[in-house]
């Protein structure tokens, strides 16, 4: 894809002598966040020129100010890359969207990676090394057998659940840059229990949200109306305004055995993907589709939204809310 062309906003940095920018050649990166911390992080990313950038237990990367790590340039998205610990001091990177990418040892990340010591992360021109001694290093040759790996494939039908959080520029008119850090965090794990709790899996992170799978088991069907019911009372409690979308049906499903972390694409993603537009524009915090509805009528109430059409499928297509 081409690169975002568009015009710095209100909450990206700027070159500015004062703030003390580090630029080498076309790569300029800000070193705010390398000055925050006089001793050697446990965990950072390294620049070329060996400038440190600490990473947080969740660190989000890109060009708006908001971000644990500013990058500078227009090749880099204003929320670009998530870096997120795991349990035993496990960090795993995803792409949050971006136009341009994020690429783990020279390959375009398509869903969540695990990182290990040393490994290159390349985001629009910058290079940065992720830095981990406590951690694990990549074994010789791991990079190779990964990409030679043939991932099981097939066709499915099951639950695909978005959870989308209010667009950051909402939310820096409300807290400072290092609240809006936790606050997403905080939120983040409070949704990965619910769905985890319930069955379900995280498959893949995007720019405001994320997405997440059930196989169709029908024994799941209660865990899954229990999961809506809990995200319903946690919008009331969370500061972190969100929503989310249910749909039943059908995606191509890739399970990749050495990640241990499925991709999701079909008919099935592109549902709920422009369901999440329509969301919006309609400013509720729930939608869940007809068919989902009708399998989940006999555990959950549900409120009838209207029928609205949705681009790429036939019809108008008949919305609740929970």
Request: aromatic share 6%.
């Amino acid at each position: 894809m081409g690169s975002e062309q568009t015009s710095p906003g209100p909450n990206e940095r700027k070159p500015d002598p004062e703030l003390n920018l580090v630029t080498t050649g076309s790569n300029p990166i800000d070193d705010i966040s390398a000055r925050s911390s006089k001793s050697t992080p446990l965990v950072w990313l390294e620049t070329a020129e060996g400038k440190k950038l600490p990473v947080e237990s969740s660190c989000t990367v890109g060009r708006c100010d908001s971000n644990c790590v500013v990058l500078i340039g227009e090749k880099v998205s204003r929320k670009h890359a998530l870096i997120r610990m795991q349990e035993g001091n496990e960090f795993w990177i995803s792409d949050l969207g971006s136009s341009n990418g994020t690429y783990l040892n020279g390959r375009r990340l398509d869903q969540p990676r695990a990182l290990f010591d040393r490994d290159q992360i390349s985001i629009g021109p910058h290079r940065l090394a992720f830095r981990n001694p406590a951690g694990r290093r990549r074994q010789r040759g791991r990079q190779a057998s990964l990409d030679a790996t043939i991932c099981d494939s097939r066709h499915e039908c099951g639950w695909l659940l978005l959870v989308g959080i209010e667009p950051s520029t909402h939310l820096e008119r409300s807290f400072p840059r290092g609240k809006i850090t936790s606050l997403m965090a905080s939120w983040h794990e409070q949704c990965k229990e619910i769905i985890e709790h319930s069955g379900g899996a995280l498959s893949k992170y995007l720019s405001d949200g994320f997405l997440c799978f059930w196989p169709d088991r029908r024994s799941d069907r209660p865990a899954i109306a229990a999961a809506l019911a809990e995200l319903k009372e946690s919008q009331v409690r969370s500061r972190a305004p969100f929503s989310f979308i249910l749909h039943y049906g059908e995606v191509q499903r890739e399970d990749g055995p050495c990640d241990q972390t499925t991709d999701l694409s079909g008919p099935g993603v592109d549902f709920v993907l422009r369901a999440r537009k329509l969301s919006a524009s309609l400013r509720v915090p729930s939608l869940v589709s007809e068919v989902s509805q009708a399998l989940l009528r006999p555990l959950l109430p549900f409120t009838e939204i209207g029928q609205h059409q949705l681009d790429g499928f036939a019809g108008e297509q008949i919305f609740y809310g929970t």
